[in-house]
């Protein structure tokens, strides 16, 4: 299934209105919370702060003090617990506040909350949402700035996502939510202040899809989250230069879509993978190897990773050199035999 | 019926009482509560802490859960050590903890044990042959947690007392008087999950009971190198719940201090904190060997302690434990470790393809492709040993 | 000298006297530890737990260095809010635990700060533009630990404790008489790593003091939310250490406290557990908004009983502070405001090639291809904005 | 640098002892503890147990409390102290007791040990060692069979390698400890009990650089650990079906040996992988990837993946089945087109 464009697939009768995509995910909590009461939010600073990113900002008025709270300071605890309330029942949306902060999680999230339906042959079921603000762009010090997705995606169990923009934001929380396994929601904290015009609430592909968010018949630029940006950008540029560039926004990490991508790989015989984490073990080495495996003989050429060096993220002072831009896309494409 | 809002019953600001006015927390004895003595005699006084011995109907029950606990415990060792399980760790010398545990819980009432619990999750209603399934190593988890209300045994360590924070708090949202039962080794308090919910527990008043097993050692490592605490029920001031410290081989005991904690999390009063002290007579698992790390004079001493003698001492004096009932007890020893025999000379029924099948609920096309793979090449290798 | 061998000293078995010879732990005081009262005024008795007042000299050394941080701390939030800085956690109000933590400390010793220390971190000797560069976001790390040793301030909250109790373990196993001191705040009391810190420090009897500022509030989430014990001092009890409960904005009662710990561990004595209950005057950092989760009237009440001033009163009566010691300390702290001042509108000199240059102490021949695979873009881009 | 077989490049006059890797393992401690008073070995039951692997068995005695203890049971509690030691000039080996059992300990290894040196301009190194028995093939219940790699070679900032063979093991981790750089030493433990003719001390190729064990021209087989063996099996059943296949001993995970696979896969012009770790961003992505991004043009076919399922590590009577086998290796070889 490959869709043109990330036009919602449904939306409602109300009238595009300019949202965020922190507003987008508040919406889609707000929603989710008031359409069953089993969704239960908590994590740090969740409360009457509404989150460092103000996220859940106003929800905790909105839903008082048994739907949504403040948690002591534990990311482990946050998820270990969720781990129990999911087994009860219940459907919890936890906050990671960033990134780095999910790593005290790690052992709840790679030994129970991947495991916990396979250990007990599906009778467990946990419907956990473990939200984590990630990447950079921000000017965030040291730990603020972590792309994790490599650590969940090499775990099996876990379906881990990531939307490039408010209606997506909404529509694939909602998702994830709905979604009887538990679900890595990776938020791209550059992002979360792009707006869009949307009407809420909005239903775009399911969440698993990869979308094809432009046409181009020369070059296929696989991007997620933060990057999506950047690839279109790329894709104006190399316009400019001649080049027609196919973006694709991969949405899921964990499923990947190989059918879209696979379409569009053979359509356009030559393909890069962006990403702001570092290149080596990167999520870019996954969908290089196996688009690779099955679209070998309809490549022209090899792959590329167009992502952050092998180095810890810098210093506010120095991302930009780090990060990819729209620039270095196109340097790398050059780097290629064209005939 | 429903119980007052949980987290609103928090949110009355201690800001400004913050310096003075926090309750204090009952203290944990300095000699662990005891009701029956090792010798089967009745305590009394400062030792019992104000506990009441359970009846001597509840005793036999005990009594009768631990005989056959045990035996079903040398059973399995003794299949562990004929290769017939993967592994097994014995609680041997540690039922006067696992049995008043499950006797204290309710029918709704949810329990986590570790790899350690077996004779608990077995005593709680566990068919043998589905507790032994994951040492077996069929599959990771042999029963089914919804139906028996028992989380599957946690192996790493500490982790599943978080789940039962969990578990409570969310029962406890749900308006249900549900309690949530968790067993911990002495080992597993220095791990930084231990923590995180002994703290989630007290401030979210969860309805949690903490049974930490002190056994004395965790593997090699004994508790003079896990703590400096006088004693782990200590750890309960410091996150102002009600901790208690008790002779762990003195079931009565036990049972009328974990009852009391069940009730109090039932009735709203949140989380209890309580050390039995014991000992595991047995190596860690089969694969471990104790001469290296202590000696058979300890191991002796212990064994005198054993949970099981003071009960049978105290309900013969008692006139409840006769001969006859002793024999019936035995015979239903003797049926339950034939009964793990039994269930251990199966050979189970095993699908590799069941492998692709529980790792999600949503399908998944590139899984469905190495399912596929599986069942080609097992085809393959069929017809090849076929021809 | 070289001391006694730490860890052949845990190894006298306390199996034998697990249940009823373990020490018991010094218990926090009800009310904190106060030596000067919030109106300037000497305390003893009980409240002074039996600390002794620091001598007018000490106090007007830890008075001389508030004012100076204080001074640093408002000039780096408005160079913070003009944009100079990515981010600055302000230490205002929480002076009388930072300096006196630092005064207590000999040259040789170890400081473990967190993100809100800053000000521990300058009084201890690093240059203003070092201190700041992090803040900036120059490097992660403006100042070479080594030479002041002083550890990374810490983001990732409580991992740096458990660093100070592996640095002061190896100091002891060296013979070297070396204490390491770390800062902890209320919220990351909660995370796992604290625990497990407290336990290795306390098992291993290992020379830190934990100072813990309870500034009553993890960004939005006050204490009650975080505990429930009394007091964060009373965790002390569950690691077998001694816990102290101190007015945090009493300088002269930390100093002591603090001292006395520090002394403790030098000689042996193990860890300390010290809560200073103060609080966080300020916004979290530039980006929070406290009008979100307490009232303004909660914080005037915290700023009259400003740890400043209190010094300032008693300082004063006894005729110590004259005024023209304080024009002097006040032209100190203005020439430090200028020094932060200055560092920060001095653009740094940044290379971002240097990236690759850390990540390793060996070779990495795939680094250094990325190495040059940027400065041939740095080279293109400076080309290209040339021509 | 390609160097044929793994023999070793310097040697003691002593005459060759069959050695387990356990006990190279051992040796190579006690060497290290001997040589260097600042190698301090901490952790569960290192001490008069000897690990439950034995692979500490007897230090204790040889060098007491000081030099080798138990922790307290903690994880991020052994990584963590080991760091601040580190910090004070010391050269901590730490033990995590089996795969799993190393999560709990992931944000000190990831924030911390993997970040200290760049963090501060490398002004503190952290000569640390984690050792980690990883992997399956012991029939061990859930949690005792993970392998972990592709967690820490993303990580900027670790070192990481693993030995297959006795000699290796002892030569490698002396290497290892008298890295300033964090190494995490994964010990394969299902070869744990492999024995070798070996004289101690033995110094094999430097522990960044892979090792042709065995020349080909076919095919190129990658392993590290615990495949190398399945990776010669595969080359011997290879050769009696005409195939001629190169084997090539990874070892050093973080850095990857460019050279020699360069070189190897050059020749041959078809590679594949084999490890036990799941396949979706495991570690054979990465070699996957960056052996296509630099070979494209010499390859004839697609760089294989063959590894563990995408699946939680199964129960003991069903991991045969997710184990990559020879036969595995050979029927993958098969898909490929052979002209
Ligand atoms: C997180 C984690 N680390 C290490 C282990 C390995 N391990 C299994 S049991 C054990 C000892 C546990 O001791 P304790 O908590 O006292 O329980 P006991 O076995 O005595 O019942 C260890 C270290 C584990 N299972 N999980
Ligand atoms: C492991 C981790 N989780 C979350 C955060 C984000 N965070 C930064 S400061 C903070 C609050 C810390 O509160 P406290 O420990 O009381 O220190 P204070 O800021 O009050 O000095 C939080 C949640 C972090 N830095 N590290
Ligand atoms: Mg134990
Ligand atoms: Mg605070």
């Known amino acids: 299934m490959t869709i043109l464009e990330n036009r919602p697939v449904a939306s409602a009768a109300a009238a595009p209105a300019s949202v965020s995509m922190a507003g987008a995910l508040t919406a889609a909590l707000r929603d989710a919370m008031t359409e069953d009461s089993r969704v239960v939010v908590f994590g740090e600073d969740v409360g009457a702060l509404g989150g460092v990113f103000r996220v859940t900002d106003g929800l905790s008025k909105e839903f008082g003090d048994n739907r949504i709270w403040d948690s002591p300071l534990a990311e482990a605890g946050i998820v270990g617990t969720a781990i129990g309330m999911a087994m009860y029942g219940m459907r919890p949306v936890v906050e990671m506040q960033f990134d780095a902060f999910s790593y005290p999680a790690f052992e709840q999230i790679t030994s129970h909350v991947a495991k916990m339906h396979n250990r007990s042959k599906g009778r467990v079921t946990l419907p956990i949402v473990i939200r984590i603000p990630y990447a950079g762009g921000i000017g965030g010090v040291e730990h603020h700035s972590d792309s994790s997705e490599a650590y969940w995606t090499h775990t099996p169990g876990l379906t881990v996502v990531t939307p490039s923009n408010p209606a997506d934001a909404y529509s694939m929380l909602r998702e994830a939510i709905a979604s009887d396994d538990p679900v890595i929601f990776l938020e791209p904290k550059s992002r979360y202040w792009m707006k869009d015009a949307v009407a809420l609430p909005v239903a775009t592909p399911p969440m698993t899809r990869a979308v094809v968010l432009r046409e181009g018949t020369d070059v296929t630029l696989l991007a997620y989250g933060p990057t999506v940006k950047t690839a279109l950008q790329a894709a104006d540029l190399g316009a400019d230069e001649g080049l027609s560039i196919e973006v694709i926004d991969l949405r899921s990490l964990s499923p990947f879509d190989d059918e879209t991508v696979g379409a569009s790989v053979r359509k356009t015989s030559r393909a890069a993978i962006i990403h702001e984490a570092a290149q080596f073990g990167g999520y870019g080495a996954e969908v290089a190897a196996r688009v690779t495996e099955r679209q070998f003989f309809h490549l022209a050429a090899p792959i590329l990773r167009i992502t952050g060096f092998d180095i810890p993220f810098p210093s506010p002072k120095l991302e930009e050199y780090h990060l990819p831009t729209a620039e270095r896309v196109l340097a790398a494409l050059d780097t290629w035999e064209w005939d | 019926g429903t119980l007052a809002t949980p987290f609103a019953l928090l949110h009355h600001c201690r800001m400004s009482d913050s310096v003075a006015a926090r309750d204090e927390p009952v203290r944990p004895t300095e000699l662990p509560i005891s009701l029956i003595d090792s010798r089967g005699t009745v305590v009394s006084g400062k030792r019992a802490a104000g506990f009441t011995r359970p009846s001597d109907e509840v005793l036999l029950d005990l009594y009768r859960k631990m005989v056959k606990a045990r035996r079903f415990d040398i059973q ?254 035995a015979a239903a020893a003797e049926a339950l470790a034939t009964e793990a025999r039994d269930a251990m000379s199966v050979e189970p029924d095993l699908d590799p393809l069941e492998l692709f099948d529980h790792v999600y609920v949503a399908e998944r096309p590139a899984l469905l492709e190495q399912r596929a793979f599986l069942e080609r090449e097992l085809a393959a290798t069929e017809a090849g040993s076929q021809s």
């Open chain 2, 76 to 329: 399995v060792s003794a299949l562990t050590r004929q290769g017939r399980l993967a592994t097994y760790p014995s609680a041997s010398g540690q039922e006067g903890c696992e049995i008043p545990a499950v006797a204290a819980l309710q029918e709704h009432d949810w329990m986590f044990p570790t790899y350690r619990d077996s004779i608990a999750v077995l005593t709680r209603g566990v068919p043998a042959a589905q507790v032994l399934s994951h040492f077996r190593g069929d599959w990771h988890l042999g029963f089914d947690p919804g139906e028996h209300r028992i989380a599957p045994q946690a192996t790493p360590l500490a982790t599943q007392a978080l789940h039962a924070v969990g578990l409570g708090t969310a029962a406890r949202l749900k308006g249900d008087d549900v309690v949530a039962l968790t067993f911990l080794g002495d080992g597993a308090t220095s791990e930084g999950d231990a923590h995180e919910a002994f703290n989630f527990a007290a401030v979210w008043q969860a309805p949690v009971v903490f049974l930490v097993q002190n056994n004395q050692y965790a593997i090699s490592v004994p508790v003079a190198k896990q703590t400096r605490a006088r004693t782990f029920a200590d750890k309960a001031i410091g996150y102002g719940m009600p901790g208690y410290f008790v002779d762990g081989n003195d079931a009565a005991a036990m049972f009328a201090v974990i009852s009391a904690a069940v009730e109090r999390a039932r009735s709203g009063g949140g989380p209890t904190l309580i050390e039995g002290l014991t000992y595991r007579v047995e190596a860690h698992t089969n694969s471990d060997d104790p001469s290296r790390y202590r000696g058979k004079d300890e191991e002796a001493k212990w064994r005198e302690l054993d949970p099981l003698i003071r009960l049978e001492k105290y309900l013969t004096k008692a006139g409840v434990l006769t001969p006859a009932v002793a024999d019936e007890i």
